[in-house]
């Protein structure tokens, strides 16, 4: 595409403003367009203005939720992460085992799974009442438990993506393989996978709505409450809609900003 | 490690190394003096890297035994690190560590394996960079420095540990030519400093000026060994020969 563009450039040099037109980021402008129409709707009327006053009542459930498991999952992900590529064959089995068993599972079943069976077992073999656990902990546990394992190739792949000799130098000036690993190929895989865990990060915003299955009172809880007794659906989830829309483009663009300074700095 | 005067710096008894089917090493043997200079030399897939990286158990040996200053390479890791603390090794391409600065790539390992505080290991760290000839350099990163530098660093990286024996791994092969000879130079003042060398290179004029003795290698074997002059001028071997006629133009 690039070269088609410099072709044409090079060749016609009275059609540069349709390339401008060409590489404007028109989705941008559309998208921000449909989230502009929808918040003057909800400034003048009242009935939006209703709703989004009752959704934005989740908003805070919906970053909790977000930021909390997905901090836990980075841990629990590196923890499986350096457990996959580890030498000793028994840690490596367990970590591959737990990966495999998460992914080969819906997420939400997996929600269900955990909250209703998983962790009331748990909570029985320690001798508490099934229901020791709230909903809400029962979510995050359930979303780190899932993201745990996704992040966790997420940081198999940044690992792997070091190459060998990285590892070889560091033990060849005496450093162990957990020294190599912490000091050397880690901060270097870490930087590499940024790009990735930003990604999941906006998924986790996203499939935190899973968990109003469980009665939790997020966004997506808030709305389908609001619904069953005002019978207004087409009004609640377009701006439910339009609350995750605007989220996931707010945090893309956070996390682009943020990229571009890293690359700025080397 | 003190050791009796007629024990060598490094004894390769028997050894073979095989990877799958392939023999890369077979039974090999050889004997570095203290304070020598020792040059191998051989076609790619001869087996000389990995001797090399046998020494320091960056590979492991099926067969034979290795001993470097009185210490016996085994499958114990104390063994290891005590033996890779005794040994420097410089890579074909470089490795410095591309997230942390010239000095810090120098002080790393001499504050997590040595436990040198920050200042001594700095203080160090600048010494190494004087005598490699880049002080300026201490505080940019690998990726902006020319390849000739970042192989003068990961000299430096290597001699901030200390080692009684440096290894080289083909040091001047990934640079452009007009880079080969700082580098060189920094491994003549080194050896001239009476460092036991073991350099994987075919570089004429260090081993002219700096080897002691040339080994020769194929096929994973020993072919033959001599003074640099010998070697080079009068070899015995047919294959030793035809190498020497591919690479003497």
């Not at chain 2, 436990?115 to 490699?132: D, F, G, Y």
């Not at chain 2, 030519?177 to 400093?193: F, R, T």
Request: aromatic share 8%.
């Amino acid at each position: 595409m690039a070269i088609e563009h410099d072709q044409i450039m090079a060749s016609r040099p009275g059609v540069t403003w349709r390339t401008g037109l060409a590489q404007f980021p028109w989705w941008f402008l559309i998208i921000t367009s449909i989230i502009t129409i929808m918040a003057l709707r909800i400034i003048f009327d009242p009935i939006y203005r209703d709703i989004f006053t009752t959704i934005l009542q989740g908003l805070g459930v919906t970053l909790y939720v977000t930021v909390v498991s997905f901090s836990l999952s980075l841990l629990l992900g590196l923890v499986l992460g350096l457990g996959r590529v580890a030498k000793n064959p028994l840690l490596r089995n367990l970590a591959i085992t737990y990966i495999e068993f998460i992914r080969g599972v819906p997420m939400l079943v997996l929600i269900f799974t955990i909250s209703f069976a998983v962790v009331p077992l748990v909570a029985r073999t320690f001798g508490l009442p099934n229901n020791a656990v709230s909903l809400t902990t029962r979510a995050i546990i359930a979303l780190v438990l899932i993201y745990g394992a996704y992040i966790a190739e997420i940081f198999r792949a940044g690992i792997e993506s070091i190459g060998r000799g990285q590892m070889e130098a560091a033990r060849s000036l005496g450093m162990s393989r957990v020294q190599a690993m912490r000091y050397v190929v880690l901060p270097q895989a870490i930087r590499n996978v940024l790009p990735a865990l930003g990604n999941d990060l906006i998924a986790m915003l996203k499939d935190s709505s899973l968990v109003s299955v469980l009665g939790v009172r997020e966004m997506t809880q808030v709305a389908r409450l609001s619904v069953s007794t005002s019978f207004r659906y087409e009004e609640t989830y377009f701006i439910l809609t339009l609350f995750y829309l605007t989220l996931t483009l707010i945090l893309s663009l956070l996390l682009q900003v943020l990229q571009r300074r890293m690359r700025a700095k080397g | 490690m003190s050791q009796p005067a007629n024990q060598p710096m490094i004894l390769i008894e028997n050894v073979s190394k095989y990877f799958g089917s392939f023999r890369a090493l077979d039974r090999v043997n050889l004997r570095v003096e203290a304070g020598e200079v020792l040059m191998i030399i051989g076609p790619s897939g001869s087996g000389k890297s990995t001797l090399l990286r046998c020494i320091n158990h960056l590979e492991v040996p099926d067969a034979g035994r290795i001993v470097v200053d009185g210490i016996t390479v085994s499958n114990n890791e104390a063994h290891i690190n005590a033996v890779r603390a005794e040994v420097g090794m410089v890579f074909q391409r470089f490795e410095l560590f591309p997230h942390l600065t010239v000095l810090e790539n120098i002080c790393l390992a001499q504050q997590k394996v040595r436990r040198r505080s920050r200042q001594e290991s700095e203080q160090i760290a600048w010494q190494l960079l004087e005598k490699v000839g880049i002080p300026e350099q201490a505080h940019k990163h690998p990726g902006q420095l020319s390849g000739g530098q970042q192989q003068r660093v990961a000299i430096a990286r290597s001699l901030a540990m200390q080692p009684k024996i440096m290894l080289f791994d083909e040091p001047t092969s990934a640079l452009d030519p007009e880079m080969i000879k700082e580098v060189l130079d920094v491994m003549l003042a080194l050896a001239a400093e009476g460092m036991t060398m073991v350099v994987v290179s075919h570089e004429m004029g260090f081993a002219r000026n700096a080897a002691n003795r040339v080994v020769f290698m194929d096929q994973g074997r020993i072919i033959e060994q001599g003074p640099p002059e010998a070697i080079f001028g009068d070899p015995q071997h047919e294959r030793t020969k035809l190498f020497l006629s591919r690479i003497l133009h």
